[in-house]
Every structure is written in structure tokens, then in C-alpha cells.
């Protein structure tokens, strides 16, 4: 029976809530029950180790996971998992598109593979910081980090305060 009362033998595609910081073991726990779970990752530098790569996921407290709708509660009471995303009462399905869009940007090791934003800077141009602590502050690039990752920026609001962020929060 799919949640709506009908007859469902298809399983779907469905948004799971984690714990936070329960990821892999709910992967783990739902994978070893033989369910079919989509969990994309992302490769960034620790911000802890220098030149350490390390994994996290794409979509932090969030997988995907296909099951048939009477399997609802089995999902729901899997250990580690806060609740299966809903409007109303009813779970709400993710289309397949969405899936293999997501699929399609994976590696076999499951590790999404997000292009470095590239922007054209030129030293004493403006810029809008646009994520993280400093979003919504406007500023004046001054250099590009040798890692291009980074860039160093001069505060609107504080003339003289240097600021080291990461490029992907910056919009020209």
C-alpha cells in the first residue's frame, strides 16, 4: 500500500531527515536492509588540516531513499533518522529527474563533482560577499589567494579591515 491508501508495488524516490551527523549511519543501517539509498558527497579542503581533502555530504542531515509507501514506518522508526519530508500528512515523492540529475554529477564513489566558481576579478573592484558570516557586505577585491580559492578583500564598512574568504561566497 502506497501512504495515500492505494495499492503501490513501485518503490519511490523519498527525502529523509538524518540526525544531524547521522548520515553514513543511516546509509549504512538502510543499505543493509536492502533498501536503494542516494547519498551524494563532496570533496572540500578541512578547514582544520591544511591540504587535507575530506568528505562530506552534499546535502548535510539529508538522503534519498527509495522504498514502496507501506514501508513508511520501517524508514521513519530506522534508528537515526529524524523524520521522512512531508507536505501534509503524506510523504512527499522525488521525481526521478531530480535523481538522475543528481546521479549524473557523481563519480562511482559517489563524490559530486562541483566546478570551482570562476570569476573575473580585477583588484579594486567591487564585489557583494553573498554566504557566511560577513553575506550582505559589500567589499573591494584586492587579491586572489594562491590556492584560487580564496580572496583577499577590503570591508566596506571597515576601510581598513583585511578579509581572507573563500571565492564561492563572493557574486560580482
Not at 25 to 54: C, D, H, N, Q, W
Not at 134 to 146: R, T, V, Y
Not at 158 to 163: E, G, K, N, P, Q
Amino acid at each position: 500500500m502506497d501512504p495515500t491508501g492505494g495499492q503501490c508495488l513501485e518503490p519511490k524516490w523519498y527525502l529523509v531527515k538524518t540526525k544531524s551527523l547521522n548520515e553514513n549511519r543511516v546509509f549504512t543501517r538502510l543499505t543493509g536492509a536492502g533498501y536503494e539509498v542516494l547519498f551524494p558527497k563532496i570533496s572540500r579542503k578541512s578547514k582544520r588540516s591544511r591540504g587535507v581533502f575530506e568528505l562530506r555530504p552534499l546535502f548535510p542531515t539529508y538522503l534519498f531513499v527509495r522504498f514502496v509507501g507501506d514501508e513508511l514506518k520501517t524508514i521513519k522508526y530506522t534508528h537515526g533518522v529524524a523524520r521522512v519530508i512531508c507536505f501534509g500528512p503524506e510523504p512527499q515523492e522525488v521525481g526521478e529527474e531530480i535523481i538522475a540529475a543528481v546521479r549524473a554529477r557523481m563519480d562511482e564513489e559517489g563524490v559530486v563533482k562541483l566546478e570551482p566558481k570562476k570569476l573575473s576579478l580585477a583588484a579594486g573592484q567591487r564585489v557583494k560577499i553573498h554566504e557566511g558570516p560577513f553575506a550582505g557586505l559589500d567589499a573591494i577585491f584586492l587579491e586572489e589567494m594562491p590556492d584560487r580559492e580564496r580572496v583577499v578583500l577590503l570591508l566596506d564598512a571597515v576601510s581598513s579591515y583585511r578579509l581572507t574568504i573563500e571565492k564561492q561566497a563572493l557574486e560580482s
